[in-house]
């Protein structure tokens, strides 16, 4: 066997100090990694050549691997071996030359910690056939070594509930990792989708998802390709923080987070997910708006889009234009909750204003009906971003509570876990509570605007509050109540002008 063969060098196994292990198995083991153990094991490498040893046959009795050519193996061996951050541990039967075990120590590079290491062991499954010879523990054990002698700073290890109390004897502590548990839900629910049963991959209609399970993206993100790493924590996002403050069944416990992404519409614009799936990108270079608008977001703006399947059955589903009050009123709810004090209000149609002057957030919704034979749905995305913690050119919300010295900053992930709470709720609620909150936080009460038709002639007329579509509803000074809709119409609302292109209605008694 070439060093070629090998995903990385055998002597970092061979080199391990196992002077311990007379006391940790029953069987006399003095170097696993050179030495032959139960006459015929040995631990190694993987080595390429293992696409014909059963390597994949291994993995299939852990999870789904799906059919995987030679030349795609091979492809993605090359990967993680020119990476160097890839330690695919196996068990050989030296008699029958297949692999009976095998187990995964990945390295992720940091920056804290004097850019110290930190590593995750993965993948550890044994033959069926060979279980009961404590080959598990010894592949965690040698692998524990080796995150050792890396000196990560820190070793995790995914694993299901019942597998807990087995690896707490190598020191691991349970720690509920839920965004990668949601995102193996997600992972669940991609592959009925997948267009390639062979593929991880999910074409949106502008961007391609790749969902990567234990094994590095095929290649760079890109304004049309977005890896999603399932098993890896979220290195921008405190999840600790984030679920801490979070206590829906459904929004927002499935999360995909980036850095930097293109738009986090676009993750969601494609086939159905799931409901309460939600997008958070640290900054976007396209960002969705109104009429097709398109912006850059700086760091410090709070942004997600999130999925939501709406019964049209459903009261809520009768009437879904009343979706963007709804995410109005959760946010507004979520920042009063966390102090109570701002004077943070909403304006119509989608707009979110502070001291009813200033603008730190908007809402924009999509949405697309999905049939089947059982019932109809509504898919909405929705996407929110909210100025939290950049006060250029105008203010953001923390700005304006660091002006009290004794009221606390809002934190990015408890932001969101705050909104995502109010949301459920009031989804689930009765409509006449929404609409009570509207009222009581919208900027629009009595307001006298002057409308403008089509043909430019003006009228003037009174607010008079929202319809049951949430549309807008105004009176003319002759008793003409008209429904303004937000598509095709100007709104200057704030200097009390509304445009739009067909005002119809009918003259009250």
């Known amino acids: 066997m070439t060093a070629e063969e090998a995903l990385f060098d055998r002597s970092l196994l061979t080199q391990l100090d196992y002077s311990d292990f007379s006391s940790q198995f029953k069987q006399s083991i003095i170097n696993p990694a050179r030495d032959l153990f139960y006459d015929s094991l040995i631990v190694r490498p993987l080595h390429v050549s ?22 795609s193996f091979q492809k993605r061996f090359n ?5 160097g951050e890839y330690f695919v541990s196996v068990i050989e039967d030296t008699h029958t030359h297949q692999v009976v075990g095998t187990a995964t120590l990945v390295l992720e590079q940091k920056f804290i910690h004097e850019c110290a290491l930190k590593g995750k062991i993965e993948d550890v499954v044994v033959h069926d056939t060979y279980r009961g010879k404590e080959l598990g523990k010894l592949l965690i054990v040698i692998l524990v070594k080796l995150a050792k002698h890396f000196k990560c700073y820190k070793l995790a290890l995914d694993c299901a509930d019942h597998m807990v109390p087995f690896y707490a ?3 691991f502590e349970k720690k509920h990792n839920l965004i990668s548990e949601s995102k193996s839900k997600l992972l669940e629910t991609a592959r009925k989708l997948y267009s390639k049963k062979n593929t991880s991959v999910i074409q949106m209609k502008k961007m391609q998802l790749e969902f990567c399970e234990g094994v590095p ?8 390709y977005l890896p999603i790493l399932v098993s890896e924590e979220e290195s921008g996002f405190n999840t600790e923080e984030y679920f801490k403050h979070l206590n829906t069944k459904k929004l927002g416990q499935v999360i995909v987070y980036s850095d930097v992404m293109s738009s986090s519409h676009n993750v969601l614009d494609g086939p159905s997910l799931l409901h309460g799936l939600t997008v958070i990108p640290r900054q976007q270079t396209q960002g969705s ?5 398109v912006w850059l977001s700086p760091p410090g703006c709070a942004m997600f889009s999130m999925q939501l399947h709406i019964d049209l059955k459903s009261q809520l589903g009768k009437h879904l234009p009343l979706i963007q009050h709804i995410v109005a009123i959760s946010i507004v709810l979520a920042v ?9 209000g909403i304006k119509w149609p989608n707009d979110l204003y502070v001291n009813g002057t200033i603008k730190l957030g908007g809402i924009i919704v999509t ?14 995305n929705i996407g929110v971003g909210m100025n939290l913690d950049n006060a250029h050119p105008t203010s953001c919300l923390n ?33 006449d509570e929404i609409y009570d909150l509207y009222y009581k936080h919208w900027l629009h009460t009595n307001v006298n605007v002057t409308i403008v038709s089509e043909r430019g002639e003006a009228q003037q007329a009174k607010i008079i509050g929202i319809d049951d579509f949430g549309f807008l509803s105004v009176r003319s000074e002759e008793g003409y109540i008209f429904s303004v809709r937000p598509d095709g119409n100007t709104f200057d609302m704030l200097n009390g002008l509304i445009a739009p292109k067909h005002p119809t209605g009918v003259k009250t008694v």
């Open 50 to 71: 293992d696409y014909e040893h059963g390597f994949l046959d291994i993995l299939k009795q852990l999870t789904t691997v799906g059919d995987i050519s030679k030349e």
């Open 79 to 83: 990967r993680m071996k020119a990476s």
């Open 169 to 171: 004897t190598f020191g």
């Open 217 to 224: 993206p095929s290649r760079e993100p890109s304004e049309g």
């Open 289 to 293: 708006g109104r009429s097709n608008n």
């Open 336 to 344: 009063k909750s966390f102090n109570q004090d701002i004077d943070l």
């Open 367 to 380: 949405s697309s009906i999905l049939s089947t034979f059982e019932s109809q749905m509504a898919v909405c």
């Open 399 to 431: 700005s304006i509570f660091s002006s009290n010295p004794a009221s606390p900053l809002l934190s990015y992930e408890q932001y969101f876990a705050l909104v995502f709470n109010n949301l459920e709720k009031l989804m689930e609620g009765d409509f």
